[in-house]
């Protein structure tokens, strides 16, 4: 017969309650939390060290002020990409909505309602990208793709390959304008994303589209409509993707039948970089920003030290590669 097993007495007082043993702060949570934040201060340094005119006040607002369109861009695909999709459209509705607004606003129409034909072009579009993906099964790169050529042929198609220029200057005003030290198109991207970011933390749309990127069948038997969710996703994207181009025409006062091309990639570039999963459910509008500015920077020092615009591109290239196989390696060691 075995012999019984005796209890340790308890030592505890009477009402006290163990602690539960909280993870260890390992060296990859550190470099998953504060990983992309440590690059870009370590490559702000180098730079600050190669070139006396890295850290002046003029050139960061500069760095600022040029990763507001692509940033604006990146917001909207962070929803998509959340979502376990893409959206490599976003540059022809950001050309397509910003010809036709820059057109009507030199007809004579004002300047309100052409900015609202251009939201309702965007919106538009990105609805015929949700419905394509949800009603019509295709998968989000090849529906996208698709629009990509449809915006940019009808871009080509509408402005006959000619620029339109002359904006009325009450449009100009928020490419140009300056709300004290902060150039226009600074304050309205950091109001997108202050807003877009409290509505991903803190409402039931921002959980949504965590929940559907994670599990969407577990979203559906929770009474998530996960297709409209995804349609209201790439609305949001496309209506991003025009107001980066209205600012981008207000800045440059000139609509470019050309303008947008290669936005899509500098967006996911962004997005990536900030650490948001391909595979969806995971990744924070905090880090798109950072890797916004990542690139940014990077592309602000290239041009400080006189490297070949040619580079500028292999550069991004590499810097894209080495984030996914840095995340890749942090998702396998936590496994």
């Known amino acids: 017969m075995a012999a019984p097993v005796l209890k340790q007495p308890d030592s505890r007082s009477p009402g006290e ?7 260890p702060f390992t060296l990859r949570i550190f470099l998953k939390r504060f990983g992309l934040l440590l690059v870009y201060a370590v490559l702000a340094l180098g730079l600050s060290l190669l070139s006396n005119r890295f850290l002046t006040g003029a050139n960061q607002i500069n760095i600022f002020r040029q990763a507001t369109v692509s940033g604006i861009v990146a917001i909207g695909m962070t929803l998509v990409i959340l979502t376990a999709g893409i959206d490599l459209s976003v540059g022809s509705i950001l050309a397509l909505s910003a010809v036709v607004a820059a057109d009507l606003m030199k007809q004579g129409l004002p300047v309100a309602l052409a900015v609202l034909i251009a939201f309702g072009i965007g919106a538009l579009m990105g609805m015929i990208n949700g419905i394509m993906i949800t009603r019509g099964k295709i998968p989000p790169f090849i529906a996208t793709l698709g629009m990509l050529t449809v915006g940019r042929g009808l871009t080509l198609m509408y402005t006959q390959g000619k620029p339109f220029s002359g904006m009325p200057e009450s449009f100009r005003f928020i490419g140009t304008a300056s709300i004290g030290p902060l ?151 936590s496994k």
């Open 17 to 23: 309650h163990v602690k539960p043993a909280s993870a």
């Open 183 to 333: 150039p226009m198109p600074i304050v309205i991207a950091g109001a997108l994303f202050i807003t877009v970011a409290l509505v991903l933390s803190r409402t039931r749309f921002g959980e949504y589209i965590y929940l559907i990127g994670d599990n969407p069948i577990a979203a559906r038997l929770a009474g998530v409509n996960t297709d409209r969710m995804i349609v209201y996703v790439y609305m949001i994207s496309g209506m991003c993707a025009a107001l980066a181009g209205l600012i981008l025409v207000a800045r440059l006062d000139s609509a470019q039948p050309v303008i947008g091309v290669g936005y899509e990639f500098s967006a996911i570039a962004a997005v990536v970089v900030g650490g948001t999963s391909f595979s969806g459910g995971e990744g924070t509008l905090l880090g798109t920003l950072l890797g916004t500015l990542l690139i940014e920077t990077l592309s602000n020092g290239l041009n400080l030290l006189n490297v070949s615009p040619l580079w500028e591109q292999v550069v991004k290239g590499v810097v894209i590669a080495l984030a996914l196989l840095f995340y890749k390696a942090i998702n396998r060691s």
